[in-house]
């Protein structure tokens, strides 16, 4: 077992983290994640999100939602986390293949092209998310300090401009829009990241495609989580 996931076990996960409440007015965090897709067992977004669970960090609970990766269904979902957690930070995570850091999404686009079908065999194609809606939302998340607080770590990290046409971007898109239409687009830091294969992945695929190993990306998270609450 690696040394965050025993950090984990014993009640911390570095600096700042802990079981124990701080106050009465403890913020919360939404983290959200992917079930497994296109044949997959597991999905490393999953796997990395929910052990934080719970965890406190800055004041501030974190509460993990796992998304299916349905067109609408996601979406309708993570609204509804949303409203149930009113959370002072927002941060969706997902699986990209054939990277090998942490990708922070800087764009959310407003289109729907599914090169593979969804898990229930949608597979819409040049498609708008929403006829009315903005081109394009930009993370609110605060990804140069992310970059520089996931490289002091030695945590492999990029900056990318594209989050795809998939259900990630779906939900990144979906994400801001809902932020805009309650009035707290510029109120709730919120944005998406995408994540490498894990090693016991990549190792079953001929290609073997680039991948992350878990306590890593349980690492990322925290820093990250932890960054982004120092700037709120």
């Known amino acids: 077992m690696g040394e965050n996931l025993l950090a984990i076990k014993h009640g911390k996960i570095g600096d700042g983290y802990s079981m124990a409440s701080n106050n009465c007015a403890e913020r919360t965090v939404l983290l959200t994640a992917f ?16 052990p934080l669970n719970g ?18 269904r996601a979406v309708a979902e993570m609204e509804a986390a949303i409203n149930l957690y009113q959370p002072s930070l927002i941060i969706g995570t997902g699986l990209a293949r054939d990277i090998d850091d942490f990708r922070l999404e800087r764009v959310a686009v407003n289109i729907i092209d599914a090169t593979i079908p969804d898990n229930i065999g949608q597979q819409p194609r040049d498609q708008h998310i929403t006829q009315d809606g903005a081109a394009a939302y930009f993370s609110s998340l605060p990804l140069r300090k992310i970059e520089a607080a996931l490289q002091s770590d030695q945590i492999p990290v990029s900056i990318s401009y594209s989050a795809g046409t998939y259900v990630g971007n779906h939900v990144f898109y979906a994400l801001m829009r809902h932020l805009e239409r309650l009035g707290n687009l ?8 995408h994540l490498p294969y894990l090693p016991q992945q990549a190792a079953l695929m001929s290609h073997r495609p680039p991948s992350m ?20």
């Open 186 to 193: 510029d109120k709730v830091p919120a944005g998406f990241i």
């Open 213 to 232: 190993a878990l306590e890593m990306m349980i690492r990322g998270l925290g820093t990250t989580i932890r960054t982004c609450l120092k700037c709120i």
């Open 35 to 50: 079930e497994p897709f296109a044949g997959d067992e597991i999905n490393p977004s999953w796997e990395a999100a929910h």
């Open 55 to 72: 965890w406190r960090c800055c004041n501030a609970r974190i509460q993990v939602a796992k998304l299916p990766c349905v067109f609408g």
